[in-house]
Each structure stands twice: as C-alpha cells, then as structure tokens.
C-alpha cells in the first residue's frame, strides 16, 4: 500500500509542477488569491414528457420534509403527488405550499399502497426509518430515506436486504455526499497529495436553541390535531406531550442524538473521501451539560475511533465531537491529517495545505548538538554531510489551495438529481442502504459506548457487532 501512496504522490507532484510553472506566468492577483479555484459542474437541463414524469410521495412534513420536498420538487421530471403527516397543520401547509391538488394523509399505508406512486421521500422522526423504508421497497417503491438510515444497529441489516431483494433505489439523505467539496477532497486524497493518511479530525458545533432542536411548538397542537398514537409506533408509551412529538431529537425514544443527527454526516463524508467501510473500535464520553428542557439525549459527545488499513486506505484514527453549546456561535470542519500536509474539508470548500516531511533529519536549533564538545559538532557536521548530501534544486509546491464551489451549486438538488437519475437509469446511488448502515452504525455505536459506557466493536466489512 506504500508503494500505491507513493506512486500516486509522484503524479500529485507532477501535476502540481505543471499547474505552478503556469501559475508563475499569471498576474500578482492571482497569487494573493492564494490560488483558489471555483469547481465546476453541469446544471440538470432535460425535459420529460408527461408520461415521463417520477412521480412521488413524502412522508414525514417536518423540518427535513418540506426542505426536501422543496427540493425534490426542482429537479425536472419529479411530480409531488402525496404527503403524509401526523400533524394536521403540517397537512394543510402543504396544501398551501405545493397545491390543493396534492393528496394528505395520517396515514403512510395510503401512500405506499398506491400503484401510481414511483418513490417516497420518509423524513419522518428516527425511530420509524427503517419499518416505513421496509414497507416501501416491499411495495415496489424507490426510497429517499433521511439520516441516519436506522435508529438502531441490529435494525441495518434487514433494510440492506428489503433494498437487495426489491431492486428498487435506496437513497440515505446526507447530501454532502454529492457535492462538490467531497469530490475535490476524495480527488486530493486518491492522488496522494498529503501523503499517507495518520489522522482525522472532525466537529459539527452549535450554539443557538434551534441549533439544540427547541423547535417551535404551534398553539393548536394537541391529542386532536396530532396522531399521538401512531407517533409513537414500537417506542416506549407515554402520556401525549408535544415536546417529544414537536422536538422529538431530544428524546432516545425515537431519535439517536448528536451521533444519529450530527456524527453520521461525518462519517458520511470521510467514507466517502477514503473509500472506508468503517471503523473497528469505538470509545464515546460526553455528557447533558447545557440544555436541560427535559431531553435525555446528551448536548455534548467526544469520541474516538480506530481504524484498520484496509486496501483503501492505511490505519488512522478518528477524532469526532459534536457540542450543541460550543461558545463559539458554532462551525463544522472535517481535517485529514497527513504524513505531508492536510485537508480541511468546510460547507463550501476545501483547503489543501501541504507540508512535507523532510527527507534529511537535520541538525542544530532544538537539538542536541549544541551539547557536544566543539570537536564532536565539527566531526558529526562533517559526518552528516556526507551521510546526507545536499539535494539538487526542487520546484517549490505552493502551501495552501483553495477550491471553492460556485455559490450557485445546492449539494441537496444534486443528491436529489442523483437519486432519480438512479431509479430512471437503474444505477446504484452515491449513498445506498450498504453505505447507510456503515454510516449510520459507527455513529449509534457511539451512543451505545457513551450509555453503556464501554468500548465497542464494529466489523465494517460483515457490517455486524463482533
């Protein structure tokens, strides 16, 4: 594998020489632009006829259910016929959003059971992911099902296998699978431009009550107005309360926290960018430090992750936090850690900052030469020289590049576009249920570490508990 490194270093550094002997004809402002480039993509442009058209349902019309309906609504040969929700309200705005003509229900057993429906979009809270997701590809439809994949590691498999049996598309909602930035960082990667990978580090902070799901409660809201029962499906019961169905991220009933919300986006883009399958061992701390409505899910978690050398990659660790009152007014940054430099990998672009590792050790400064007597520095100089001579002349590779997407570009549209394109052309989408659940299963086994307080074991490739 150190061979396939330096090998695809030696092309990096080639094209590197290439583009700065160009660089060095460019104007001034080009280099205090520090050398940022704008990627480039193709917007979608074709057109369907009529009897062309997907046609497909939501269901789940909460944050992430209108936000992609809204989406899913651009991409050209989509039609919105059907939504389903448990909240009326949410009901008749979706009336008031995308048409009278469009079809409500409390009930997702109407929609999947149609024969006119092509495809749901199941946005719906954690805990019913997988039973609507089964349901749906059993029934013949593509699914679009939103992160993470299952609410718990023992439900992936039998997801993976309704997807394998079914042949329908299945697509996990963590767009930044699609975009441009995780693209260019899995580009710098494969060419080896950091050289051997050591370490990664990532967070997603926050720092605002929306940002730690106090969501709006609205004032109509009761046992009339919201299907509490249906809500709660195979969780714990509880008496009706609106915060668990209104803000139901804070509750372990029917979410997966920071790691099932936050931590599986992450993990979304470095398996991506690496091309992994998982770690192998995982270690989780934390705590409930700040937002104490009443949740029981932590508002803060730390944690660690080993993983093995696989053919894609070498051995490296994963550092990974989430803190939902960070101090900082929040961020996120994903930093692959490398024998010759970094690649930080922001919302919008992706920094590549290199710095070698010298081939010669070197003397003097911070070193012990200087605690030699003046005979031994003057032998071991002389020593060193010619155990290390001078190396001939090198083209100096630039420290930092930028590349950047165009404002334009919406990584959700292209998630979106890809999975249609999938259902139409027959093709695998970029994040389909294997990539679900080995994106979802190290994030709850960090919740499984953090309660249970222990160290757990994840075998990515059989994607099963060892």
Known sequence: MKKTTKNTRRSFVKKLATGAAAAALLPTAATEAKNIQHLEWEKPSRRYSANDKIRVAAIGMGIMGFNNCNTTVKVPGVELVAVCDLYDGRLQRSKEVFGNQLFTTRNYEEIINRKDIDAVIVSTSDHWHDHISIA??????????????????????????????????????????????????????????????????????????????????????????????????????????????????????????????????LFSGLHNITSSVGPERIYCTGGLRYWKDGRDAADIMTALFDYPETKAHPAFNFQLRVNLISGTGGGSMTRLVGTDGVIELGWNQVTLRRNKVPTRPGYGGWDTLETFSEAQQKEYIEWYNKKYPPLPPQIEEPAEAIYKSPREFDDHLAHHTNFYDCIREGRTPVEDAVFGLRAAAPSLAANLSFYEGKVVKWDGEKMMMM
């Open 136 to 265: 749906a590809l059993k029934a013949g439809k593509a699914v679009y099902c939103e992160k993470p994949m299952v609410q718990h590691i023992d439900e992936g498999m039998a997801v993976v296998e309704a997807q394998r049996k079914s042949g329908k598309v299945l697509q996990v909602g963590s767009q930044g699978v699609s975009s441009l930035t995780q693209a260019k960082a899995k580009e710098l990667y494969e060419q080896g431009a950091i050289g051997q990978l050591i370490t990664v580090e990532a967070w997603n902070d926050r720092q605002s009550p929306m940002g730690a799901w106090q969501y709006s409660i609205p004032t109509d809201a009761s046992e009339k107005t919201v299907d509490w029962a249906r809500f709660q499906g195979d969780a714990p019961k509880h008496a009706y309360d609106p915060l668990r169905f209104f803000r139901w991220r804070n509750y372990r009933d029917y979410g997966t926290g920071v790691a099932g919300d936050l931590f599986v986006h």
